[in-house]
């Protein structure tokens, strides 16, 4: 199963999932940074592959394509707020829910939008299968990699010090 589509809407539940889990969890336990660290190495991810990936691809459809990066700077405009915000402040959970609600808006948006994307764009099954394949390898050597790991945790620590 590696359509780009599958890979996509299967990534999209990965990130929905922890989302569910991160506001389930009390706020200031361990058990909830664990889940933000992941989720946000996951949302690392998948904003590179479709940056740099699955958008390009699409490029035909310019102006949906313009949309969707510009709702990408939104999830991480929204994301610096909530790591800047204390947790002893009142604003803590409800800028942490904000974030969650950015980024599942953008992937219902995302999946009635651009998967699959509109004509003119026409990928064949050949293409949506190497696009799929480009995407699950762009994730599993992320996913691998001490250095991205270290360098999500430095981008959330210079998000948080701005
Ligand atoms: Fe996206
Ligand atoms: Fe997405």
Redesign the pocket.
Known sequence: MSNAYDVLRGHHDVLRGLGSRFKAAPVGSAGRQEILDELLHEFTI??RI?DDIYYPALAEASRLIAI?HA??RQIYDQLAVALRTPAGSPHHVDEWNCFITVLEA??DE?ERDLVPPPAPVDLTDAELENLGQRMLAEMARQRNSKWERLHVKARTALLKAF
């Open positions: 998948h904003m479709e969707a709702e990408h953008h992937a995302e």
